[in-house]
């Protein structure tokens, strides 16, 4: 339904591995030592049957402990799965098992049907592996569906988005809902109509997170958590926690780790404590909000088109813009490759007539075919050589922080006003580059690194992202209230790549308190120290 990947299989079909699967539903309480006799239970996307066997051997168990009559149980559960294939096969699973103890004639409870568009009955327990499908896999006309149905599902959201939506509105009043499922929604931004959701409605008991866990039947990048949620609301509390393998998965479902960090799920955002350390701080302050601004680089939607090093002499000058990519800025190392971009905006910012630019308008045509298939193309045929995103070569001109989405730098680069940067690269400009020295040093800072990683999702290599989406929710001190030598000494810091002095004075306390001795600052106590949560 939704395409292939590369491996073969369907997208939106990741197996869980079945001793995960026993964790999840004891968490949930479905045991065989409890009367599950009218217990229901829905799972959304079944698959094979990984889920669906375990829990009809534990209603069967069950019954025979409490001498309740199974097959009028069996009623009480509901597999449904959208997959033609894999519906086959979880029948002929179930159909398996249940001859095995002697069941012949099972009531229908297997839906081939798409959960996201069905009417399920209300239940006690929604379990499962939502599937995970790219916002671009999805086809548009269950785009536009699922966007009519659902609140939450907004911006890219994966498709696992609306099946947490849908599996919280089937829920019984005191019921739980727990999902395995990527831990992507919970920071980045099309999570946050659904963090807003449950915030409101629900209460989150725990999140396990399991990023260096293998948690499938088949190797995947999938940046796994478990999330157990409540239809209940005002519990006080709720916990994060570090899962490093199955082994410890167990013994945190069981209450055995006592290693965790409590989060705040009274917002959108959960991984920000407002305010910080439990109290106000007039003293910290949004980037934004001390006169900087956070942008993203263009995308063309056709580099190899746009994007060359051998454009000089070929292509019109007065066209051609240096471009920085994520590439030149590597190892803590600054160093521009050559490539330039061709700007197709005149300074007013208007498509540029092609009759002007000879070289263009021959480069163009030649490259007419591929340029005509983008999207931004098809929408306005007429300025067919536009780039997604507008340039407005006055960027190129400012001094800017620039910023990799994902990247193994310490250091944080600026740019002096040479360059205009790329779609993988962030920037802030701001009032001054002594200014913007002041703030790459903050943002150089353990208080910023560790912010960072609270709020944002962290790729392989746990490098945090420097998404503006995430930049623009890190607080700062409030830069206009430092003593000027005091910002002077953040400057040579900076200059010198010096993180131990960044971080003693980022770290400082009593800002207004500093004092010249010997023409250098008195330090005091620290204040804005960043407090983890984490027992």
Same mark, same amino acid.
């Given at each position: 339904?939704?395409?292939?990947?590369?491996?073969? /299989?369907?997208?939106?079909?990741?197996?869980?591995?079945?001793?995960? $699967?026993?964790? !999840?539903?004891?968490?949930?309480?479905?045991?065989?030592?409890?009367?599950?006799?009218?217990?229901?239970?829905?799972?959304?996307?079944?698959?094979?049957?990984?889920?669906?066997?375990?829990?009809?051997?534990?209603?069967?168990?069950?019954?025979?402990?409490?001498?309740?009559?199974?097959?009028?149980?069996?009623? /009480?559960?509901?597999?449904?799965?959208?997959?033609?294939?894999? %519906?086959?096969?979880?029948?002929?699973?179930?159909?398996?098992? @249940?001859?095995?103890?002697? &069941?012949?004639?099972?009531?229908?409870?297997?839906?081939?049907?798409?959960?996201?568009?069905?009417?399920?009955?209300?239940?006690?327990?929604?379990?499962?592996?939502?599937?995970?499908?790219?916002?671009?896999?999805?086809?548009?006309?269950?785009?536009?569906?699922?966007?009519?149905?659902?609140?939450?599902?907004?911006?890219?959201?994966?498709?696992?988005?609306?099946?947490?939506? +849908?599996?919280?509105?089937?829920?019984?009043?005191?019921?739980?809902?727990?999902?395995?499922?990527?831990?992507?929604?919970?920071?980045?931004?099309?999570?946050?109509? @659904?963090?807003?959701?449950?915030? +409101?409605?629900?209460?989150?008991?725990?999140?396990?997170? !399991?990023?260096? %866990?293998?948690?499938?039947?088949?190797? %995947?990048?999938?940046?796994?958590?478990?999330?157990?949620?409540?239809?209940?609301?005002?519990?006080?509390?709720?916990?994060?926690?570090?899962?490093?393998?199955?082994?410890?998965?167990?013994?945190?479902? *069981?209450?055995?780790?006592?290693? #965790? *960090?409590?989060?705040?799920?009274?917002?959108?955002?959960?991984? %920000?404590?407002?305010?910080?350390?439990?109290?106000?701080?007039?003293?910290?302050?949004?980037?934004? /909000?001390?006169?900087?601004?956070?942008?993203?680089?263009?995308?063309?939607?056709?580099?190899?088109?746009?994007?060359?090093?051998?454009?000089?002499?070929?292509?019109?000058?007065?066209?051609?813009?240096?471009?920085?990519?994520?590439?030149?800025?590597?190892?803590?190392?600054?160093?521009?490759?050559?490539?330039?971009?061709?700007?197709?905006?005149?300074?007013?910012?208007?498509?540029?007539?092609?009759?002007?630019?000879?070289?263009?308008?021959?480069?163009?045509?030649?490259?007419?075919? &591929? =340029?005509?298939?983008?999207?931004?193309?098809? $929408?306005?045929? *007429?300025?067919?050589?536009?780039?997604?995103?507008?340039?407005?070569?006055?960027?190129?001109?400012?001094?800017?922080?620039? =910023?990799?989405?994902?990247?193994?730098?310490? #250091?944080?680069?600026?740019?002096?006003?040479?360059?205009?940067?790329?779609?993988?690269?962030?920037?802030?400009?701001?009032?001054?580059?002594?200014?913007?020295?002041?703030?790459?040093?903050?943002?150089?800072?353990?208080? $910023?690194?560790?912010?960072?990683?609270?709020?944002?999702? +962290?790729?392989?290599?746990?490098?945090?992202?420097?998404?503006?989406?995430? =930049?623009?929710?890190?607080?700062?001190?409030?830069?206009?209230?430092?003593?000027?030598?005091?910002?002077?000494? =953040? $400057?040579?810091?900076?200059? *010198?790549?010096?993180?131990?002095?960044?971080?003693?004075?980022?770290?400082?306390?009593?800002?207004?308190?500093?004092?010249? &001795?010997?023409?250098?600052?008195? !330090?005091?106590?620290?204040?804005?120290?960043?407090?983890?949560?984490?027992?």
């Amino acid at each position: 339904m939704y395409g292939t990947r590369s491996n073969g /299989n369907q997208h939106g079909i990741v197996l869980t591995k079945p001793s995960i $699967v026993r964790d !999840m539903l004891n968490s949930v309480n479905y045991v065989p030592s409890e009367n599950l006799a009218n217990i229901t239970i829905t799972e959304p996307a079944a698959g094979d049957g990984a889920f669906a066997i375990e829990i009809i051997q534990r209603l069967y168990n069950s019954a025979k402990n409490f001498g309740f009559e199974f097959n009028r149980s069996l009623s /009480n559960l509901a597999f449904y799965e959208i997959d033609t294939v894999k %519906v086959l096969e979880l029948r002929k699973n179930i159909i398996n098992f @249940l001859s095995s103890i002697g &069941v012949s004639d099972p009531p229908n409870i297997i839906f081939e049907e798409d959960f996201l568009l069905s009417t399920p009955a209300k239940s006690d327990i929604v379990i499962g592996n939502p599937p995970y499908v790219r916002h671009e896999k999805i086809p548009v006309d269950l785009k536009f569906a699922y966007k009519k149905k659902f609140g939450t599902f907004k911006h890219r959201s994966d498709l696992y988005i609306p099946f947490f939506e +849908k599996g919280l509105q089937i829920l019984k009043t005191n019921g739980t809902l727990c999902f395995i499922c990527s831990n992507r929604w919970l920071k980045n931004q099309y999570g946050e109509s @659904l963090r807003s959701l449950i915030s +409101k409605k629900y209460s989150v008991d725990w999140i396990i997170n !399991m990023e260096n %866990v293998d948690a499938f039947q088949e190797s %995947v990048i999938a940046y796994p958590s478990i999330i157990k949620i409540d239809y209940k609301v005002g519990k006080p509390q709720t916990y994060l926690y570090e899962s490093k393998s199955i082994e410890e998965l167990a013994l945190i479902i *069981q209450g055995n780790v006592r290693a #965790r *960090q409590e989060l705040s799920i009274n917002s959108s955002n959960w991984f %920000v404590n407002q305010p910080l350390n439990g109290k106000s701080d007039t003293n910290l302050d949004l980037i934004e /909000n001390q006169n900087f601004k956070i942008g993203i680089g263009v995308a063309t939607g056709c580099d190899k088109v746009y994007i060359s090093d051998e454009f000089p002499g070929k292509i019109e000058n007065e066209l051609l813009l240096p471009i920085l990519m994520s590439k030149d800025l590597k190892n803590d190392t600054f160093r521009w490759r050559g490539n330039y971009i061709i700007n197709p905006f005149d300074f007013k910012g208007d498509i540029i007539s092609l009759e002007h630019f000879p070289k263009a308008k021959k480069y163009f045509s030649e490259h007419e075919k &591929v =340029l005509k298939q983008r999207h931004v193309a098809k $929408v306005n045929p *007429q300025n067919w050589i536009k780039t997604i995103d507008k340039i407005k070569s006055e960027l190129a001109a400012k001094p800017k922080i620039i =910023l990799p989405d994902i990247s193994g730098n310490t #250091r944080i680069f600026i740019d002096e006003g040479n360059y205009y940067p790329h779609h993988n690269l962030y920037y802030i400009t701001g009032p001054s580059l002594f200014h913007l020295k002041v703030l790459a040093s903050i943002l150089m800072s353990d208080f $910023v690194r560790l912010q960072l990683s609270e709020i944002s999702n +962290k790729m392989n290599g746990g490098y945090p992202r420097w998404q503006s989406q995430y =930049l623009k929710k890190v607080r700062i001190p409030r830069i206009n209230s430092f003593p000027e030598k005091f910002l002077e000494e =953040l $400057v040579i810091a900076y200059d *010198q790549f010096n993180l131990k002095k960044i971080n003693s004075l980022i770290q400082a306390r009593n800002i207004e308190k500093y004092d010249i &001795v010997d023409g250098q600052l008195a !330090m005091f106590e620290p204040k804005f120290k960043y407090e983890s949560t984490r027992m």
